[in-house]
Structure formats: C-alpha cells, structure tokens
C-alpha cells in the first residue's frame, strides 16, 4: 500500500522546485525540455515512457504501469505553463522559493505542482513494487495552455484507448469537480465609415456602439443565474480593437468575448445575446454588426453515480463521510480534447487554486500539495493496487 509521510513531502517539494526551474512557458512552449527531464525521472524508477510529438520541439509524455486487469486510470497534467512579465513578479519566477510555507514560481499552481505529484506517486508504486489491477497511466501533456492540441494528439495516438477514468490534476483549492463549464469565444465586429478625424460626422464611429455593447453585456451577464451543480455561465470582455490612427474615424472595432456556459442551452443563449446587443448597438448610428462563434467545446459533466467518481469523492470527503457536491470546474482542462474520443468519466482535482493561476508571484500553499498526494495515495489504495489479505 501506498504511504506518504514527510519523507516523501519534501521528495515532491524538490520535484516540483526542479520542474518550475525548467521554462516551458507558451508561447513557445519548448515543451520537449521538460518532458525530457520528465522521462528520464520515469526511467530511473523503471518506468518505460513514450514521447507523443506535436511539433517540432514540443512534445507530450505518456507513461504506463501494467495492471494485470484490462482497463486503465489514467492521470493527466500539462508541462506548459502561460508566459511571465517578470517585471510584475517580486519573486523569481523559475527559482521556487520557498517562503512562509509556500513555493512560489510560474506553474507552481497551474499546474507543475500536480504534475508534481503526479510523477511522485508513479515512482512511490514503483518503488513499494506493489501490484495493480487496472493499469495506470500518466498523461503529461503539451500546449494546454494553447488549444489543448497535445492533449488531442495524445488521444489520437491510441495509448489511452482502454481507460476507465480520467483524472486531472488541475488546481482545485481542496474541491473535486466531475467536469468543467463549456468553452464559448465569440467575435463581434462592427462596420461602419472611416473619415477624417476633423470632421467626425464625416464618418461612422464604431467604437461608440462597441463600447454601449460592452457596457450591456456586461450588465445582462452579472444576471445570468446559477444552476444547481454546474455553478453560473460567466462572460469575460477579453480584447476590444478599434482604429487604427488618432485622427481617422475608426470604421472597424473587434470585441472578443470569452464566456464560460454551464449548457449548451446557455451557449445558444450567450450567442443570441450578443446578435440581439450588437445589432441594437449598432443601429443607433447605423454602423454594420456581425458576430461569429470561433471556439466552442461543450460542457463535460460525469455521472456522479460511476463507481470510479464515487470512490474518488468519498477519499476526498474523508472522515466527514458526506460525499462532496457533484459540482464541475469553472475552467477548462485537457478534458475538452480526451472526453469527445474516449467517453470516460473525469475528475478534476489538484493542488493549488486556480486564483493563483497566470498571475504574477503566483504560488502554491505546501500544505495543499501534501493533501493532494494523500488524496491520491488513498484512492489508488482503494481501486487499483491489489491487497496482501
């Protein structure tokens, strides 16, 4: 059986501070560094670990530990983390630091600390030599924080076509989720009349109805309302461009929305919401509106009752013995490029909040990274490492 104690705290800690000093920021990603670190880990504890190519210099990693049952677990994290301004970080951002019972560095949460544990409960299984009914499978992926394409490559590759349950460590702040909300990008772009800038009324200035398009969106979407286990579709103004000169009445202005639908019924709502403001916007000073969908993946939401979700839950409640809410995250995961081609249950559930993720000093609480790797030792105890009784 697995155990973690403090020998094996602080074993993942030098992990995880190894695995934030390697840059795999994306863009570029460069991913084949770290995954190359990642794989010679696995091979000095005797697991045998596959490249999957992406590009050139990107790559993800997927490792195997035989069950003798058919069927797989497979764990999944990414090697990718967003880019870092360090002139916004007080903190080294590759060193790891240590400070007040915290690692401090790009990846920490999001998500080098799950992959961190990830990897360490792989060499502690190989370590105790202890042996599995269903085989486990570690998923370390590329380009997540791109378009999720190392995580499709991955399923493309058939090496994960006989799982049973995906789990994703992706920062939790303590919480399971059974899925995660739906994807939805949307562009809107108004047309309308270029003049000079002395003479205004020359032209048609699409900024203006942009900017009143904005503003009630963004109203209407603090009203959307929560639903019962899948939380409230959110709504984020991400980019707004318009003109090119200061003296030209701009006659294009672009506003890209990223909104974030517990259904495919709020998608359709979000996306008539956006005609119905766009248009009413731009009429008023008779500029053109028209809006096109460039990124949708569904919500993706598990059976609460799979024996797989249960057990992980119940590990997670502990003593309580209340099973967690069956609620899903409110962001995206390698799930959206696994799910469609292995229909599997997921779980996500990591170290780490996401609060802390793509924010400058970002960092990770050890006492939640120690909690993770308990978490996991006790569920691979439970389902998949056989008994001596």
């Given at each position: 059986m697995l155990k973690i104690d403090g020998k094996v705290h602080q074993e993942t800690v030098e992990l995880l501070q190894t695995l934030v000093s390697i840059r795999s920021t994306n863009p570029p990603g460069n991913e084949e560094k770290i995954a190359s670190i990642v794989i010679r880990f696995l091979a000095e504890n005797g697991i045998n670990a596959t490249l999957v190519p992406l590009e050139e210099g990107r790559s993800s990693v997927v490792a195997r530990i035989p069950g003798s049952d058919p069927g797989s677990i497979v764990l999944c994290g990414h090697l990718d983390t967003v880019k870092v301004d360090e002139e916004k970080w007080s903190v080294p951002p590759f060193e790891g630091r240590i400070e007040d019972e915290k690692i401090y560095g790009r990846g920490t949460a999001?998500?080098?600390?799950?992959?961190?544990?990830?990897l360490k409960i792989a060499k502690l299984i190989a370590q105790e030599g202890v042996s599995l009914n269903k085989s486990l499978v570690l998923v370390l992926t590329a380009d997540e924080e791109g378009a999720y394409r190392g995580a499709a490559s991955v399923a493309r590759s058939g090496l994960i076509d006989d799982a049973e349950f995906l789990l994703i460590t992706e920062p939790t702040a303590g919480q399971a989720y059974i899925g995660q909300k739906g994807e939805l990008w949307v562009e809107a772009t108004f047309y309308g009349k270029a003049a000079h800038g002395a003479v205004p009324e020359l032209g048609v200035n699409t900024i203006l109805p942009a900017a009143v398009f904005c503003l009630e969106l963004a109203e209407v979407a603090e009203g959307f309302k929560e639903q019962e286990g899948r939380g409230r579709t959110?709504?984020?103004?991400?980019?707004?461009?318009?003109?090119?000169?200061?003296?030209v009445v701009p006659d294009t202005a672009r506003v890209r929305l990223d909104s974030r639908v517990v259904s495919d019924e709020e998608k359709e709502r979000v996306i008539e919401l956006v005609e119905t403001l766009g248009q009413n916007a731009a009429a008023q000073v008779g500029a053109g509106f028209l809006s096109k969908v460039t990124n949708y993946k569904p919500p993706i939401v598990s059976d609460f009752r799979n024996p797989y979700v249960q057990s992980f839950m119940s590990v997670v409640a502990g003593e309580k013995q209340e099973l967690a809410k069956a609620e899903i995250a409110p962001y995206s995961t390698d799930a959206v490029s696994i799910i469609p081609r292995i229909k599997i249950p997921v779980v996500i559930y990591g170290p780490g909040d996401i609060a802390q993720a793509h924010q400058p000093?970002?960092?990770?609480?050890?006492?939640?990274?120690?909690?993770?790797?308990?978490?996991?030792?006790?569920?691979l105890n439970e389902v998949v490492i056989k008994r001596n009784d």
């Open positions: 999001d998500m080098k600390g799950g992959v961190a544990v990830i959110s709504l984020n103004i991400g980019q707004f461009n318009g003109g090119w000169q200061v003296n000093d970002e960092f990770l609480e050890l006492s939640s990274l120690y909690e993770a790797l308990d978490v996991f030792a006790r569920f």
